[in-house]
């Protein structure tokens, strides 16, 4: 096992290594803990998230379909449209090109993507304010380790006006670092069971 606190080596497949070993423990040990402890969990971030975005109203909110065992979010962004705020999804349209975002809200028509995860059917594609994304990993600078496709990075480079970033997770999935490269895009925020952290970019 390459620990945590191991820099790996500077050839790029050296790094690519590194975080699929730390990629598949994370989801594994995610996976390991029971689905009540997950909801709680979930419960516990969408607290927080009320906590430090009271007022969402006008705002343009996307989240994620959860899988995976990642935080299952569904609840808080239905409340979000509650609250006179806008809920969209992101769809991956064609592989490596940036993400869509579309509307969703309950009951919206669900079609399956590339990875079998469920999408808002085709529909106007919109630029939201925050963006919610699910962790793997993360680490102490505000860098995220996702699935290793690069959509999200590739997605947030390229938007025409920069959205807040939110990443969610487990605290368990903290590394000391990602070891990021240039193309990672750092969170603004990363919100936990246990706490919100907030990085000043």
């Not at 989240?63 to 409340?79: A, F, K, Q, T, V």
């Not at 999200?152 to 807040?164: G, H, I, K, Q, S």
Request: glycine residues 8%.
């Amino acid at each position: 096992m390459i620990g945590d606190n191991v820099v790996p080596a500077h050839a790029p497949e050296d790094l690519q290594r590194w975080r699929r070993i730390h990629r598949d423990r994370l989801i594994g040990e995610r996976l390991d803990v029971s689905l009540a402890v997950r909801d709680l969990y979930a419960r516990q971030i969408t607290e927080k998230l009320n906590q430090f975005f009271p007022n969402l109203a006008k705002l343009l909110v996307s989240g994620y379909w959860p899988c995976n065992g990642e935080p299952d979010l569904r609840p808080w962004l239905s409340s979000v449209r509650l609250r006179c705020g806008h809920v969209a999804l992101p769809v991956i349209a064609k592989k490596h090109a940036p993400l869509q975002f579309r509307l969703w809200w309950p009951g919206a028509p669900m079609e399956r993507g590339i990875w079998n995860i469920p999408h808002p059917e085709k529909c106007i594609e919109v630029n939201p304010d925050i963006v919610v994304v699910p962790l793997v990993g993360f680490d102490n600078a505000g860098y995220r380790l996702g699935y290793g496709g690069g959509y999200f990075d590739r997605t947030l480079a390229a938007a025409p006006n920069r959205p807040r970033i939110v990443g969610v997770g487990y605290e368990q999935s903290r590394l000391e670092t990602i070891h990021p490269q240039s193309h990672d895009i750092p969170m603004d925020f990363i919100v936990t069971e246990c706490r919100v952290r907030e990085f000043n970019r």
